[in-house]
C-alpha cells in the first residue's frame, strides 16, 4: 500500500476548510480548531464552551488547566508541548450556545453528524494510531455507552469509519464532575494516563519517517 504523503500545509488546508464550515445554523461562530500538527495521536473533546471561541484554541479555559496539568504529571510536557504533539480535534468544533437552565446545550445529534464528517477527514489525513476522547459525549463516539467505571483506564481497539486505532478514553476535566477527583475515578485516571504515557504512538508520534522516505515504508508495518 503506498503510504500517502501527509504534510503541515496539508493539515493547514484542512484547517482552514474547517473554519470555513457553517453547517449547523444554531451553533456558534468562530469554529474553533488547534494547531495544525500531523500527529499520529488524535485527541477528540466535546466542544467548546464560550471562552474558546475568544481565546482562538480548544481547552482554552478551566476545564483546560485540569486536562494539561493530567498530561504534565503522565508525561512532563508543557501545555504548548502537548499542543504541538497531539492533534485536537472535537466531537462539534463550535460554541453549542448555553441551555435556558444554564450550562451548555449538548450538540444536537444532527449537528454531531454534520461535525463527524470533519472527524472522518481528519481520521483519512492523519491516519492516528491512538485516539483520546474526553468526555462521555466523545467517548461514545468511539465506545458503546458504558458507566465511566468500566471505561477510563482501559485501552481499546477501535475501527471507526473503517479505520483501526487504539482509543484511550479519559473524563472530562471540567470541575462540574466529581467523578475524576473520588475513588475510583482517581485510580483510573491515574492508570488511564499511565497507558497514554506508555503507548508507543507517544514516543513515535508524527508521520516524519514516512515523509523522508515514503518508499521504504511502502511495506512496512506502521509503528504502533
Ligand atoms: S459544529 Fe462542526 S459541522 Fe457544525 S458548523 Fe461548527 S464546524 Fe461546522
Not at 485527541?43 to 474558546?52: H, N, S, T
Not at 477510563?152 to 476535566?173: E, K, M, N, V, Y
Not at 477527583?181 to 508521520?207: D, F, I, K, S, Y
Request: net charge positive.
Amino acid at each position: 500500500m503506498v503510504v500517502p504523503k501527509l504534510t503541515i500545509s496539508a493539515v493547514e488546508k484542512h484547517l482552514a476548510a474547517l473554519r470555513a464550515c457553517n453547517w449547523c445554523p444554531k451553533m456558534h461562530r468562530p469554529v474553533v480548531v488547534g494547531r495544525a500538527v500531523t500527529s499520529r495521536v488524535l485527541l477528540v473533546g466535546q466542544a467548546p464552551g464560550d471562552k474558546e471561541p475568544k481565546l482562538g484554541r480548544p481547552f482554552a479555559w478551566t476545564a483546560g488547566r485540569t486536562l494539561f496539568r493530567w498530561f504534565h504529571a503522565a508525561l512532563g510536557w508543557s501545555e504548548d508541548e502537548v499542543r504541538e504533539r497531539i492533534y485536537f480535534a472535537a466531537v462539534c468544533r463550535c460554541f453549542p450556545g448555553k441551555r435556558p437552565g444554564g450550562g451548555d446545550r449538548v450538540p444536537a445529534p444532527d449537528e454531531i453528524a454534520n461535525c463527524s464528517a470533519w472527524l472522518e477527514r481528519e481520521f483519512r489525513l492523519l491516519r492516528p494510531a491512538l485516539v483520546l476522547p474526553v468526555g462521555k459525549l466523545a467517548i461514545t463516539q468511539f465506545l458503546p455507552p458504558a458507566p465511566l467505571n468500566d471505561t477510563i483506564g482501559r485501552s481499546f481497539q477501535i475501527t471507526w469509519r473503517g479505520q483501526a486505532a487504539d482509543c484511550i478514553p479519559l473524563p472530562h476535566p471540567s470541575g462540574a464532575s466529581p467523578w475524576h477527583r473520588m475513588e475510583p475515578g482517581q485510580t483510573l485516571l491515574h492508570r488511564a494516563l499511565a497507558l497514554v504515557a506508555a503507548h508507543p504512538a507517544m514516543r513515535n508520534r508524527t508521520h516524519a519517517i514516512e515523509l523522508e522516505s515514503p518508499r521504504s515504508c511502502a511495506n512496512q508495518k506502521v509503528p504502533r
